[in-house]
């Protein structure tokens, strides 16, 4: 049964800070993995995908990426900004089976 | 890109009566639509699985009397919470899926208090 962890639970940082969240999963029979951002009381919003086949994806500031022999994906954030803050979370795929992580809260301090 | 639309945002019942949560899927098609549950500050908890013009598939534990969920179309599923008690109030939110392994699709959640 896949299970899916992310390292840290939380964090802060002062804006401008590059970071790095972690995703790891037990299972590497993944299809995909897709990372999410949610905001308080809101729904998820998908920010990157990745095919099993590939190694990063990048959107703007941010960058995915994925190493399904480790079991690890990261998701970069550079030039961290106050309206980055919210809860992210990373989410293996194979099929229709989606395995949610616990999710990261990050907060970026002005 | 792809948008969910899910309504109510919020609302607030009496106990007993029973809620219908929407979700429209505005700009594809979803062939497959997933319903969770989320506690404060934890991750979400998948209730069922819906594929459209079949039954959905419930998690264990959910029961399927409580929370029917119909998808007659490929563009709209609801769920509906029957009898609804406080220790349902919750917040729900739906996903949609075009196809098996293309990116998941949510809509904005449902906070539902029972009082």
């Known amino acids: 049964k896949q299970e899916v962890t992310q390292i840290p639970a939380a964090l802060s940082v002062p804006e401008g800070e590059n970071l790095v969240l972690n995703c790891s999963f037990t299972d590497s029979a993944i299809y995909n993995l897709q990372w999410f951002r949610q905001d308080p009381g809101k729904g998820l919003t998908s920010l990157l995908l990745?095919?099993?086949?590939?190694r990063e994806q990048t959107s703007g500031r941010l960058n995915a990426s994925l190493d399904k022999s480790s079991g690890r994906s990261t998701l970069y954030i550079a030039a961290s900004q106050p309206g980055d803050s919210a809860t992210y979370l990373c989410?293996?795929?194979?099929?229709?089976?989606?395995?949610f992580g616990p999710g990261t809260r990050l907060s970026v301090l002005p | 890109g792809a948008v969910v639309s899910q309504h109510p945002s919020w609302v607030i019942c009496k106990s007993g009566t029973s809620v219908k949560i929407e979700c429209r899927s505005l700009?594809?098609?979803?062939?497959?639509m997933f319903w969770y549950r989320q506690f404060p500050k934890q991750s979400l908890m998948l209730m069922a699985t819906s594929n459209e013009g079949s039954k959905a598939t419930y998690e264990q534990g959910v029961e399927k009397d409580k929370f029917l969920i119909n998808h007659a179309s490929l563009t709209l599923s609801t769920l509906t919470v029957t009898s609804a008690h406080p220790e349902d109030s919750s917040f729900y939110i739906c996903?949609?899926?075009?196809?098996?392994?293309?990116?998941?699709?949510f809509g904005n959640g449902t906070r539902l208090t029972v009082t």
């Open positions: 990745i095919q099993s086949s590939q």
């Open positions: 996903s949609g899926q075009d196809r098996s392994n293309s990116p998941l699709h």
């Open positions: 989410a293996t795929a194979d099929g229709q089976n989606f395995v």
């Open positions: 700009d594809f098609q979803a062939t497959t």
